[in-house]
């Protein structure tokens, strides 16, 4: 009963931030796009953040709302070597070569870090669907430690992120979650396709290895990926049979 | 003249011949694009303005970033520009047309707001999809440090850079199978 209930909470939670990427700011008429999960550049509600590459500048700034224009609110030095950003509605993932660092962004002119969970050097972008985070690690070359692993961390406890499970891939990049199914491009080795609807216990529903795939959006039923193949849709419709719908260069 | 000599003093420090050990130092860029086994080349600048009517549907050769708006899929070629495609049907999606933005790194897109980089500055565009027409509504200065080499990696290796081919606005994976210069 307990599980049940549980899984119903998790499925509500899902729901409702799916709901919530579809358009972060609730206004008329308003809309915001969805990033794919290699952005350096996020916007949550009326504040854009932006990642300064290679070494460590976060800045934020706030929308005006009637005229689109900026105004700049702040700067924060990282020492870490910054590469992909996650908006939710009150926090800020950041993923870096060393691990993944947690903002609260909830008054979004300030940027006030809560707390980080560290990892071996890698590359990795971060997704979450409360309450957690799927972050993959990628051995960047010969010079970096050879790993290539997926982790999911509990975030329930938003001050002290867990790691609860680590998965070995491929060659992962980017990914991304709609409910109960968590993309992952392999890169070389393509897509793979997880049911999570345990999300702490991912099974491999498909996997897709003729295509190259670098980053992606699961959204509408629909899967955009972008690669060395320029992009390739698939549908999801059918979780058991998910399949391609067109390519283009 | 200083100009000239400014960029060779840049190119002098940052060059350097390869057949060092590219293991010496394990530190990573920031970028995780790039692959130390490969070797990269300059992009030069076609323009650095940015146009008021999209440019013609082209190519997708090194896709960056991945964004969808409304019915739309954006798709960053870093350095380069962005990619505009009409995917109401995402099982015959359309290329609309191109805005290129060089040095783009990223964006993000608001209310028919494009906020990205620009060389080293972050512009806000106003695009008008139906009219593919855009608009520079502001432009804040010296918001990136904009040098081109920042981003690689020590060790990488590269295609010698030729100034006199214009402004280099980001890299690319070459085919070249050998290369004299590393970052």
């Known amino acids: ?249 | 003249m200083k100009r000239l000599f400014f960029l060779l003093t840049i190119n002098l420090s940052l060059w350097s011949c390869i057949g060092d050990d590219c293991c010496v130092d394990p530190l990573p860029p920031g970028n995780t694009r790039f692959d130390l086994n490969k070797i990269y080349e300059p992009i030069y600048a076609e323009t650095t303005e940015i146009p008021t009517q999209l440019a013609k549907k082209r190519a997708i050769e090194s896709a960056g970033q991945v964004t969808i708006y409304q019915h739309y899929l954006m798709i960053a070629e870093s350095g380069i520009g962005i990619h505009i495609i009409n995917n109401e049907n995402p099982e015959n999606p359309q290329k609309i047309g191109f805005l290129p933005i060089a040095a783009i790194n990223g964006f993000s897109i608001k209310n028919d707001f494009i906020y990205a980089k620009h060389l080293s500055d972050l512009v806000v565009l106003k695009i008008n999809f139906e009219q593919s027409t855009v608009e520079e509504v502001q432009r804040l200065s010296d918001q990136f440090p904009h040098n081109v080499y920042d981003e690689l990696p020590p060790g990488l290796k590269i295609v010698c850079p030729d100034e006199s081919k214009g402004e280099i606005i980001g890299w690319k994976e070459s085919k070249a199978t050998s290369t004299k210069c590393k970052r």
């Open chain 1, 1 to 249: 009963m307990k599980k049940t209930l549980n899984l119903l909470l998790i499925l509500c939670l899902g729901v409702w931030i799916a709901a919530c990427n579809e358009n972060s700011d609730m206004g008329p008429n308003s809309s915001t796009g969805i990033n794919g999960s290699m952005a350096q550049f996020a916007i949550s509600s009326d504040y854009l953040f932006m990642l300064n590459p290679p070494m460590g500048k976060l800045s934020s700034y706030t929308i005006h709302q009637d005229n689109g224009t900026l105004e700049f609110n702040k700067s924060k030095n990282i020492s870490r070597e910054m590469e992909t950003l996650f908006p939710t509605e009150d926090y800020l993932f950041i993923g870096t070569s060393t691990g993944v660092l947690i903002y609260d962004i909830s008054a979004g002119n300030h940027l006030n870090k809560i707390s980080e969970f560290d990892h071996i050097r890698s590359c990795d972008p971060v997704v979450v669907q409360f309450p957690y985070a799927y972050s993959t690690l990628r051995a960047g070359n010969a010079c970096w430690n050879e790993v290539n692993q997926l982790d999911i961390i509990n975030l329930e406890d938003i001050q002290r992120p867990t790691l609860v499970k680590t998965i070995p891939l491929e060659n992962p990049h980017g990914l991304g979650i709609d409910n109960d199914l968590l993309f992952i491009c392999e890169g070389n080795w393509g897509l793979k396709v997880f049911d999570i609807s345990d999300p702490i216990d991912p099974v491999l529903l498909q996997s897709f290895q003729d295509i190259h795939a670098f980053d992606l959006i699961p959204h509408n039923q629909t899967l955009v990926i972008i690669g060395n193949d320029g992009i390739v849709q698939y549908s999801y419709r059918d979780q058991q049979n998910i399949k391609l719908i067109s390519q283009i260069q």
